[in-house]
């Protein structure tokens, strides 16, 4: 459970402002929301059982080791959202206007809409932060399955907040103040792991 916690803290305020927002939203304005949330969030299961097998692997190194390179994912993690936040907003435009160029074409339903989905969130989303971070967590020793599954239903609520409520939480968040707290969240993490890994 606190794994399960722990990815899904970390894994929302990273992805909020993250282009899986905005991809989810721009789908969402082409097709049902229902196939496109439904594809989105199989494609990131694939995401996550992978970064979580990845963070497996590493896992099997010496401890020591692999808590300092999980504390420096953590580290480069915060570093990449505060220096992300202050453009933020002007990124999710660019963002919006890429992805809305790759869902052209005739509005469809049910299974290509679904596909349409999986395919355009499952090329983004490799070796995103999201991804490293996840591996990160089961790197320095948080149990597979409860990483696995918060990272997949954070990803599951980001996803489903830009299904259901896109437009309305871009007016009213604004994204460099989710980056902010995405970044410090990262940057407690690499301190407590550095600090487990020096005091073990």
């Known amino acids: 459970m606190e794994a399960l916690l722990t990815a899904f803290v970390l894994i929302v305020p990273v992805e909020l402002p993250d282009k899986t927002f905005v991809a989810t939203l721009v789908l969402a304005t082409r097709y049902r929301a229902l196939p496109v949330w439904l594809g989105v969030v199989s494609a990131f299961g694939v995401q996550c059982l992978v970064a979580v097998a990845a963070g497996g692997l590493i896992a099997l190194l010496p401890p020591r080791p692999v808590q300092i390179v999980a504390a420096v994912l953590f580290a ?23 992805f809305a160029a790759k869902v052209r074409g005739p509005a469809a339903g049910g299974l290509r809409a679904f596909g349409a989905s999986f395919l355009v969130l499952f090329a983004a989303e490799w070796g995103d932060l999201s991804q490293l971070l996840t591996a990160g967590l089961v790197a320095r020793g948080g149990h597979p399955v409860g990483v696995f599954l918060g990272a997949w239903l954070g990803l599951a609520v980001v996803s489903g907040a830009a299904v259901l409520l896109g437009r309305v939480l871009l007016r009213r968040v604004r994204l460099s103040v989710v980056r902010y707290i995405g970044g410090a969240v990262c940057a407690i993490l690499a301190v407590v792991t550095l600090i487990a890994a020096f005091s073990a």
């Open 76 to 98: 480069v993690g915060a570093v990449i959202m505060v220096r992300g936040a202050r453009n933020a907003d002007a990124v999710e435009r660019e963002q919006e206007a890429e």
